[in-house]
Nanobody, 111 residues
Framework: QVQLVESGGGLVQPGGSLRLSCAAS????????IGWYRQAPGKEREWVAGITSNGYTNYADSVKGRFTISPDNSKNIVYLQMNSLKPEDTAVYYC?????WGQGTQVTVSS
């Protein structure tokens, strides 16, 4: 069955960077679209970034220019590089693919 496992979250100061990983099993990231989403306390889950099977990427306006989604097909991992982090980026980050959610990883941006 499909399994997605996120990692890489943590506490970072405003302006800092983190790289999240979404390790996939049961599907090939090179052949499937993968999306990153986030959910802040008291808010609905929102889409952050996505990559299609042919490598097309797209981003929410709130993260455009700061976040980059990229695959490592040899490792079957999709990364989310997050730069210039802001307190409003604080949320649990999830990856999604083939109708499957990961368990999430917490990102906290605070001084």
């Amino acid at each position: 069955q499909v399994q997605l496992v996120e990692s890489g979250g943590g506490l970072v100061q405003p302006g800092g960077s983190l790289r999240l990983s979404c390790a996939a099993s049961g599907l090939r990231v090179s052949a499937n679209g993968i999306g990153w989403y986030r959910q802040a306390p008291g808010k609905e889950r929102e889409w952050v970034a996505g990559i299609t099977s042919n490598g097309y990427t797209n981003y929410a306006d709130s993260v455009k220019g700061r976040f980059t989604i990229s695959p490592d097909n040899s490792k079957n991992i999709v990364y989310l590089q997050m730069n210039s982090l802001k307190p409003e980026d604080t949320a649990v980050y999830y990856c999604y693919g083939k109708q499957t959610w990961g368990q999430g990883t917490q990102v906290t941006v605070s001084s």
